[in-house]
């Protein structure tokens, strides 16, 4: 059948199985809002607020479903506003495709009016970028750009389209999906040897990463801790990769992380990383990093191993995949001494924060215990953000959803609203700093034009929490820039938007604040309003032994 292009386009999404799309329309890409119009019944289109908001909107839809996100631009700022999304996306692997539309081919490199080069601006940020010149070329270059997104390590992929080939014409044949193709280099003798090195050792620990996440196998890695008897922890972005209600998990690693963790690993004899990078948060000084024990690295991306971390032995493969070929082959381990050991670790050295007043901590473990650990947990990027993952127990896959790599202000609440498009009967929460907040609030407008029923939960402390906590520990509190002394009243501003408003400033106002907000089932707003001085801790100084974690008790008792 003959098809223009903006046809084409939204035939190749419905293909490709899209259901949701979030955008904001303009003059070069208004032939696929017009294809858009005509096929509302089928696709639906989500009208953020702001561009940035549809890519943090796509991120959180595709990490909370499992489904490649889509977002969609026109030319120019609308374009480069999707940028610190797509990255955002990049750096924690988040299969998405941007759809953006340019001036037609004869303006090209001319200087033309919102003319940009959008593939060139986003070539280190996406795993491939397109621009399609021909109409014969848009409908294979759209499904490649699916398939890169959703295959191997998943990532952002861009497709931008010259306005004159959205409305050319050609013939569409309809195409089934490609199947995903794991990207597997290990061999049996692989296999061989990550078992033998897993019977062997005596103090094992798991660390468990984004890619845990990202190949859905949490019974794989749950299995295999029971196997080892080990203990397990994760980094951010393994957050319900492994279920922090077990005995076996001791929370997360680095320099947010747990002592217990930090300290485990430092003692422990193998490490076994599964789908995680070993980033710089995580490891603290690689020279001290876990230094006496052995290192196997499985993971789906050959380039990550031996990147930051040396390992000992590597399984490059889909990590469901390898594991569930992996445990076939290990036999039932048992370290009650070292298990004990961990478990000597935890009890002293527990997660506490100063029960007296109201604190996020309080905040988030109310929200846990409401919720019964089964919400949809968002963030921006902060003390908050540490605090969420730190005192709300994650039990399932897809449930804490944050910006991990790149550690992007202003990315929770489009993400939220993603979330709870992409599974509109779980409940979604957004935790953000106020300083976070203000940079993207106008996403509440969204919500509210779409009744999507999201809670943004402002942790308001007056200041750029993490930041002045750097300059109180290492910049002789000269606060710089960081004190957010200003008339800004949150709660008026989510009504001004359509939204309904709770202040708290007291511990007995949580908890009913929390059911309120899910009874109204519509978008809500409570704001938080804690000291501006509290402290994500345990902490480790950048570049120190993760082993180096320090307390509030361990500054007090040295006289700090």
């Given amino acids: 059948m003959e098809l223009n292009g903006s046809e084409i386009v939204v035939e190749c999404l419905k293909e490709q199985g899209v259901d949701t799309v979030f955008g904001y329309p303009g003059g070069a890409i208004l032939n696929i809002y017009d294809a858009l119009y005509k096929h509302s019944s089928e696709i639906r289109h989500v009208l953020t607020s702001h561009e940035q908001g549809a890519a943090h909107a796509a991120d959180g839809y595709a990490r909370a479903t499992g489904k490649v996100g889509v977002c969609m631009a026109t030319s120019g700022p609308g374009a480069t506003n999707l940028v610190t999304g797509i990255a955002t996306a990049f750096m924690d692997s988040i299969p998405i495709v941007a759809i953006?539309?340019?001036?037609?081919?004869?303006?090209?490199?001319?200087d033309s009016f919102q003319e940009v080069d959008i593939a060139g601006v986003t070539m280190p940020i996406t795993k491939h970028g397109y621009i399609v010149k021909n109409v014969e070329d848009l409908a294979p270059t759209l499904r490649k750009a699916f398939t890169i997104a959703r295959t191997g390590r998943p990532g952002p992929v861009l497709v931008d389209i010259t306005k004159d080939v959205t409305a050319a014409v050609c013939e569409f044949t309809p195409q089934p999906v490609a199947n995903r193709v794991a990207d597997s280099k290990y061999t049996e003798s692989d296999l061989t040897q990550a078992a033998e090195m897993l019977c062997k050792a005596k103090k094992p620990y798991l660390m468990v990463g984004g890619g845990t996440i990202l190949s859905g196998a949490f019974d794989e890695v749950a299995a295999l801790a029971e196997l080892l008897d080990a203990p397990v922890c994760d980094t951010l972005m393994g957050k319900g990769g492994f279920d922090g209600h077990s005995d076996r998990y001791t929370g997360m690693l680095g320099m947010h992380g747990t002592k217990s963790s930090n300290l485990g690993v430092s003692e422990c004899d193998l490490l076994v990383a599964l789908g995680a990078r070993f980033s710089d948060r995580v490891i603290g000084n690689p020279k001290t990093f876990a230094k006496d024990a052995k290192i196997l690295h499985i993971d789906i991306d050959a380039a990550e191993i031996n990147k930051n971390i040396r390992s000992d032995l590597s399984?490059?493969?889909?990590?469901?995949?390898?594991?569930?070929?992996?445990?076939?082959?290990?036999?039932?381990?048992?370290?009650?001494?070292?298990?004990?050991?961990?478990?000597?670790?935890?009890?002293?050295?527990?997660?506490?924060?100063?029960?007296?007043r109201?604190?996020?901590?309080?905040?988030?473990?109310?929200?846990?215990?409401?919720?019964?650990?089964?919400?949809?947990?968002?963030?921006?990027?902060?003390q908050h953000q540490?605090?969420?993952?730190?005192?709300?127990?994650?039990?399932?896959?897809?449930?804490?959803?944050s910006s991990g790599g790149l550690g992007t202000m202003g990315y929770g609440l489009g993400a939220c609203i993603g979330a709870q498009v992409g599974r509109p009967d779980d409940i979604c929460i957004n935790i953000a700093g106020d300083g976070c907040f203000r940079m993207n609030m106008n996403e509440l407008a969204t919500a509210s034009r779409y009744g999507i029923p999201i809670i943004q939960v402002v942790i308001n402390n007056h200041v750029l929490g993490m930041v002045r906590q750097w300059q109180t520990l290492f910049y002789g509190k000269r606060y710089s820039q960081t004190i957010l002394e200003d008339q800004v009243d949150y709660c008026k501003?989510?009504?001004?938007?359509?939204?309904?408003?709770?202040?708290?400033?007291?511990?007995?106002?949580?908890?009913?604040?929390?059911?309120?907000?899910?009874?109204?089932?519509?978008?809500?707003?409570?704001?938080?309003?804690?000291?501006?001085?509290?402290?994500?801790?345990?902490?480790?100084?950048?570049?120190?032994?993760?082993?180096?974690?320090?307390?509030?008790?361990?500054?007090?008792?040295?006289?700090?």
């Fill in 315 to 356: 399984l490059v493969g889909d990590l469901k995949e390898v594991l569930t070929a992996l445990n076939q082959r290990v036999t039932k381990q048992n370290h009650p001494d070292w298990m004990a050991h961990i478990a000597d670790l935890k009890a002293k050295f527990p997660l506490k924060y100063d029960e007296s």
């Fill in 493 to 560: 501003v989510a009504e001004a938007l359509g939204c309904a408003a709770i202040r708290v400033t007291e511990k007995d106002e949580v908890e009913p604040a929390i059911r309120k907000a899910i009874e109204l089932k519509k978008p809500v707003l409570i704001e938080c309003v804690i000291p501006e001085d509290d402290k994500v801790f345990p902490m480790v100084p950048a570049g120190s032994p993760i082993s180096d974690a320090f307390d509030a008790d361990d500054l007090a008792a040295k006289g700090e």
């Fill in 100 to 110: 953006t539309a340019n001036v037609t081919l004869p303006l090209l490199g001319k």
């Fill in 358 to 382: 109201l604190s996020c901590p309080y905040v988030i473990e109310k929200i846990d215990e409401v919720t019964e650990g089964k919400a949809i947990i968002t963030t921006d990027v902060g």
């Fill in 386 to 401: 540490m605090w969420a993952a730190q005192f709300y127990r994650y039990s399932r896959p897809r449930t804490f959803l």
